[in-house]
């Protein structure tokens, strides 16, 4: 059975892409036309085997799957805990994004498109996108905030030199949302031969649903390699969060399991009480941005405030609807970790273990030091190593220079 096939959930969305009363639809009218077109589409191929044998092909050819579930013996040690990271950081590209813009790529083709497009914040989901795009013949246009490619010029470079073309996004804050809000703007007008591929899992129906279902391959390899491997059941799950698709593919076969508690790890930038954060559950309240209904920063008058993180793939204001669905269903729990507490971990994982995750990734990785040690001793512990830190080198090499 090609384990690419999503599965079915329990707390999938209804037909209009629900979870209770979050996600949904919420784009102007001349949107939904080529919303349900993608939709009836995605219906045709979700369960179609030709095309996962295709996923199938590339994810284990190209991108390097599966990845591998990796025993933590150090970190074990010290913890008094079995530590178990899944290694998204060994992809092609460098992290989870891949998994979902190779299947979006192919769907891309199989509905005659020529041209991609996508948004980026870091610049992560812009260099998978390229990538796919490269491989597979497609025209490919990256919508970037304006400060954000000042920012990552060595991802803008990567994308250029794939062969796609890099729009700075002046509006607004020059930063993702505003990316994301000119991405669709221009999809939009050119949707005849335009796909977009969307790099987490928010926006419009069926977006949310579509890209939990590709990176739901992450918790499906981890279950099969912890019996392979002889490892317990999960006692706790970790991922960190941004829109929410890695924790999404890392809970998702977990999250039925009794003996599992989920957690989601939320950016706490410089603290929540500082205002500089990018914790949306906790203190956002429930609003439409970029077509969904879902927790979001906001002020009192409604207005979308700006998220800040030390690692930009967490700096987003809002977050995928099947979270807020799953937080008030009390089926994950969620936190957070400060910059400082995640820098710490960096470094920890690094020394540790010889491996240095992304500024996201190490989020997750802090969560192990806010369980209270007694309760996590013994415990088995999946972490979702989201990504490596080839791309935060240069910020490191900043924060850390009196420390090093
Ligand atoms: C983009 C990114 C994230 C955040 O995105 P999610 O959709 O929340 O997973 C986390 N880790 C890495 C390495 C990323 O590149």
Redesign the pocket.
């Known amino acids: 059975m090609n384990p690419y096939i999503p599965k079915a959930f329990p707390f999938d969305p209804d037909h209009k892409g629900h979870f209770g009363k979050f996600g949904g639809r919420y784009v102007p009218e001349t949107l939904m036309p080529i919303l349900l077109e993608l939709d009836e589409f995605y219906k045709t191929i979700r369960f179609e085997e030709a095309f996962w044998d295709e996923v199938y092909e590339l994810s284990e050819h190209y991108v390097g799957r599966p990845s591998p579930l990796y025993h933590a013996k150090k970190l074990s040690a010290e913890l008094d805990a079995t530590i178990l990271l899944k290694r998204e950081d060994l992809n092609h590209t460098g ?3 891949i998994n979902n813009t190779i299947v979006q790529g192919l769907m891309a083709k199989r509905m005659g498109k020529t041209k991609i497009i996508a948004e980026t914040g ?1 610049g ?2 812009g260099v998978a996108s390229a990538t796919v795009a490269a491989l597979m013949g497609l025209e490919c246009e990256v919508f970037m905030g304006a400060k954000d490619v000042e920012r990552q010029k060595l991802n803008v470079f990567r994308m250029k030199l794939l062969g796609a073309k890099v729009h700075a996004v002046e509006s607004g804050s020059s930063t993702l949302k505003d990316a994301m809000n000119d991405a669709i703007r221009h999809w939009v007008t050119n949707a005849r031969d335009t796909f977009y591929i969307i ?3 928010a926006g419009p129906h069926p977006y949310p649903l579509m890209v939990r279902d590709f990176q739901a391959i992450i918790s499906d390899e981890a279950k099969k390699q912890l019996v392979a491997q002889k490892f317990d059941m999960p006692d706790y799950v970790l991922a ?8 999404l593919g890392m809970f998702a076969h977990f999250i039925e399991e009794e003996k599992t508690q989920c957690i989601g790890i939320e950016a706490g930038g410089r603290g929540l009480e500082s205002g500089e954060h990018g914790a949306s559950l906790a203190l956002g309240k429930p609003g439409v941005l970029h077509g969904q209904l879902s927790y979001l920063l906001q002020s009192d008058e409604g207005q979308v405030e700006e998220a800040y993180s030390i690692s930009a ?2 700096d987003y204001p809002g977050i995928g609807p099947e979270h807020s669905y799953l937080m008030e269903e009390g089926k994950v729990r969620y936190d957070n970790v400060t910059d400082d507490e995640a820098m710490d971990a960096f470094v920890w994982l690094s020394r540790a273990e010889g491996i240095v995750p ?1 500024f ?2 190490a989020h997750a990785i802090a969560y192990l030091k806010k369980i209270p040690k007694e309760e996590l001793q013994g415990k088995t512990v999946v972490i979702s190593l ?2 490596r830190g080839d791309k935060d080198m240069i910020q490191a090499m900043d924060i850390l220079k009196d420390r090093l």
């Open positions: 992290a989870h994004k870091a992560q989901h790099g987490t899992a960190c969060i941004g829109g929410g698709s890695n924790a793939g967490l992304a996201e990734s989201s990504g």
